[in-house]
């Protein structure tokens, strides 16, 4: 049997990431995993009711998600995490 590396996970999605302050309006401001980051993002959406109804991969931003979406109305699922790399360090 192979022994194992001895590593330990932690980088990739499950190292926490900090937010910018317009992104912590949604997840708040404690460092945060990529994947609970995307998360709490989802949540928000779902909660204020932000996909179109007849595109579901379209989301409507509304004013908070909007500086998130550097001012952008409308931007497709997969394009939503181009934009929240912009607000991770």
Do not use: Y
């Amino acid at each position: 049997m192979a022994q194992g590396t001895g590593r330990k996970a932690g980088g990739g999605l499950a190292r926490p990431v900090q937010p910018s302050a317009d992104l912590a309006a949604i997840t708040g401001s404690a460092p945060l995993p990529r994947s609970q980051v995307v998360s709490k993002v989802w949540d928000h959406i779902r909660k204020n009711n932000l996909q179109n109804p007849q595109n579901k991969r379209e989301i409507m931003a509304d004013a908070t998600l909007k500086k998130v979406f550097g001012g952008k109305d409308r931007v497709s699922m997969f394009e939503m995490n181009k934009h929240l790399s912009n607000h991770l360090k």
